[in-house]
């Protein structure tokens, strides 16, 4: 295998405590040696390639916990292939793909075959099964089986399950099996056909809007009966001032609870969006501002620990119409940690350390893998990034077929140099022109 000597870089890893600079050996796929020198000289690190990361920072790959490939059977919004590609390229490592493709990932089976398909992905794809058979929300599926299958948590994301007694059912079996429930959390009979989050933008564009409520009353059912079941529970991304309270509740009751935020929506609020464009068209919707502030501060308290993209391809035709017949949906692989280090960091939110913590230690603890740490033994799956340079992000260079974002020409700082996965190097930036 190659050897690879990473020089003079910043290294910041939470799960070692280190935020300094350090040199880095990789061999064999895994970190073999930390240090704040190693010698070209030292015997464990001749013929290693030598990367010299003066001015740039070292963090443990990222970990995107909530991610829609599409393939099988919407290849033409994304394929696992062209997903991984945008994940690299975004410095995320291991990504988890739900299971709302056709068909839904609903047995061990398919599970087997989804990890078949993704064998030659330049990233970790570690599969979500469905919560019922179909994602139809009236047989449970085969947790346990899904999980020896490879599934790494259940979800019906794309909707909830909303036969309360059936969801609790689901929990119960989770719990037995040991695995995660990823939640979407939203009240399917409260949405009434909305398409923009209810407001002075709803008002203003003639558009039904979707009230803060849609989410909020699935995020109470769903803690109160994962509490009643022991199972622990993952609450996808939230968008609203009370989720992040019913969260920070659940915590003060030590249940074992996490929720995650999108980058869309710590960034961006409904106000700004200044036309009936499907590009600004998600699920859950951009919220008020005082929502946006209220997840930023749920970011920075900690009640929030875990920021992932819910990256959601659509072709250009798709996206390029109203919200009242565009899908939902937006891509979020390759900006996630530029509008996460511009936003969150450079406005003083987080720490750079903190924010690791979001995107890759956190995400590791919520499904149990042994990653997001750059301590050694560990398989090198890390990134190398520029956070003192402006660019500007131009969706025509996505390696994802999705180009659906709302931030395209947006400035940031935050640029994906190097992505290692098990010590080789998947994206270099280097091959690509004026990035």
Known sequence: MQKYLIKEGHLVDPSSGIDDKMDILIADNKIVKVSENISEDDISAVEADIINASGKVIMPGFIDLHVHLREPGFEYKETIMTGANAAARGGVTTICPMPNTNPVI??????????????????????????????KGADIADIAGMKEAGAVAISEDGKSVMNSWLFSQALHYAADAGIPVFSHCEDGSLVNGGVINYGDKSKEFGL???????????????????????????????????SAALVEMAHKQKLPITAEVCPHHFTMS??????????????????????????????????????????????????????????????GLETSFALGYTILVKEGYLTLTQLVEKISTNPAKVIGIDKGSLKEGKIADLVIADIDSEYEIDSSKFASKGKNTPFNGMKVYGKIEKTFVSGKIVYDCADEDNY
Do not use: Y
């Open 106 to 135: 609903d047995s061990p089976a398919r599970v087997k075959d989804l990890l078949e398909r993704a064998k030659d992905a330049p990233v970790n794809v570690l599969p979500i099964g469905a919560i019922t058979l179909g994602q």
């Open 208 to 242: 039904p809007g979707i009230t803060n409520a849609v989410e909020d009353v699935i995020v109470a059912r769903d803690i109160i009966l994962a509490k009643e079941a022991g199972c622990r529970l993952h609450l996808c991304h939230c968008s609203t001032s009370d």
């Open 270 to 331: 409904d106000d700004e969006i200044i036309e009936d464009d499907g590009r600004f068209k998600m699920n859950p919707p951009l919220r008020s501002r005082s929502d946006v502030d209220a997840l930023k501060n749920a970011l920075r308290d900690g009640i929030i620990e875990v920021i992932s993209t819910d990256h959601a391809p659509h072709s250009t035709e798709e996206k390029a119409q109203s919200m009242l017949k565009a899908p939902f949906g937006v891509v």
